[in-house]
């Protein structure tokens, strides 16, 4: 178990909906990334958040959107849902971005898998 | 930009064979390199990591080494087992103006027999 959670686990909608994934990080961690896992793109990054502000954005479609909230759980948005964004979302969290490190290690939830019919 | 590229799967092998499974990257700079795995219905976990050139990342008998010259991080094992059936990915660090994002390759399904 990593501390990250998700929900909900699986969701499945109609095109054209709206849904909401939700992040809660590790305790004490200030950052949290989503990422999209489908079978033709891979795992790809699509944003980052860190204490409430975005940080930085991969490829995520203007269709999508996120936040971050003040007790750092954050939400991902996604709406005028289409076929082709049936994959599973992970979030992942860890303490900070970078800052004189090497690196920091992101620790990933279990997902969110969604299907649009 | 940066990018991984790993050897396609699936990939099936025998208890205690050997496994490799290879990675390459490319990217600007010197970029900390990861192993994920993802067991069936669960989130990514860090396998090992390596930080700078000539680093051996290691966990659970996985081995990986940082390779500047070939730009490689292959992944090792010399006597798998059911248990590390998963699919595994290899991933980069992309750290841009204080940002750090992971870059992964495709990923690569191993399947251990008994």
């Known amino acids: 178990d990593s501390g990250v959670t998700q929900t909900p686990k699986h969701l499945i909608t109609a095109t054209g909906q709206r849904v909401t994934l939700r992040c809660s990080p590790r305790s004490g961690d200030l950052s949290v990334y989503w990422y999209q896992q489908s079978l033709d793109q891979g795992l790809q990054f699509l944003i980052q958040y860190y204490n409430g502000e975005e940080r930085a954005k991969g490829n995520i479609l203007e269709r999508f959107s996120a936040q971050q909230f003040p007790d750092l759980h954050s939400e991902l948005n996604l709406s005028s849902l289409e076929l082709g964004d049936s994959a599973l979302y992970f979030c992942?969290?860890?303490?900070?971005?970078?800052?004189?490190?090497?690196?920091?290690?992101?620790?990933f939830g279990p997902g969110t898998r969604l299907t649009v019919l | 930009g940066n990018s991984v590229t790993q050897m396609e799967g699936p990939v099936t092998l025998s208890e205690e064979a050997f496994l490799t499974i290879n990675c390459t990257y490319t990217a600007t700079g010197y970029p900390s390199l990861f192993w994920y795995v993802q067991y069936p219905g669960e989130g990514l976990q860090l396998l090992l990591k390596a930080t700078k050139a000539d680093d051996k990342g290691s966990n659970k008998g996985f081995e990986a080494t940082y390779r500047k010259e070939t730009t490689s991080f292959h992944l090792e094992k010399g006597s798998v087992q059911v248990s590390d059936s998963a699919v595994y990915f290899c991933a980069l660090s992309d750290i841009q103006g204080g940002s750090e994002k992971l870059v992964f390759g495709k990923g690569t399904k191993l399947t251990v027999n008994p």
């Open positions: 992942a969290s860890s303490v900070a971005p970078l800052s004189g490190r090497l690196y920091n290690e992101q620790f």
